[in-house]
């Protein structure tokens, strides 16, 4: 099945909103915009997911023998960040988004009939924090 047509994570509902329609953005686009919202969708979710937060930091070669839960799961996210600096994953400032769209497009995602398969329930306001979070980071 093609990438697109499956089911996709959280974030893969929340950018197909970040002000076009998902059909004129390319795949650079989408990769883009999830390779930015990824640790912030992290972030919001590491109470629920986070054994899985400590594999992926473990698969990254982060030492987590004498970490806490917790604490992997924040070097996963902190490992996620600073790879996408050092990749040159671009800003959602230099991707057009506005933070006074967020209202409209936080509204849009939690519309999105999958957002139910996220592991944390998301209302608008929550989205919006995920947005504004990354916008200021």
Excluded: W
């Excluded at 992997?72 to 990749?87: G, V």
């Amino acid at each position: 099945m093609h990438l697109l047509h499956r089911k996709q994570p959280f974030h893969y509902h929340i950018i197909l909103h970040l002000g076009q329609p998902h059909e004129q953005l390319t795949v650079s686009d989408l990769y883009n915009h999830h390779a930015v919202l990824l640790p912030y969708v992290m972030e919001y979710n590491s109470s629920e997911c986070k054994e899985r937060y400590t594999a992926i930091a473990a698969a990254l070669g982060v030492d987590t023998v004498n970490l806490t839960c917790d604490q992997a799961s924040e070097k996963a996210i902190q490992f996620i960040k600073e790879l996408s600096s050092d990749i040159g994953i671009p800003s959602l400032k230099s991707l057009g988004f506005r933070p006074e769209d967020t209202i409209t497009l936080s509204l849009n995602a939690t519309n999105d009939t999958c957002i139910s398969d996220n592991p944390k329930e998301a209302s608008v306001t929550d989205i919006k924090s995920i947005f504004l979070n990354a916008y200021n980071s």
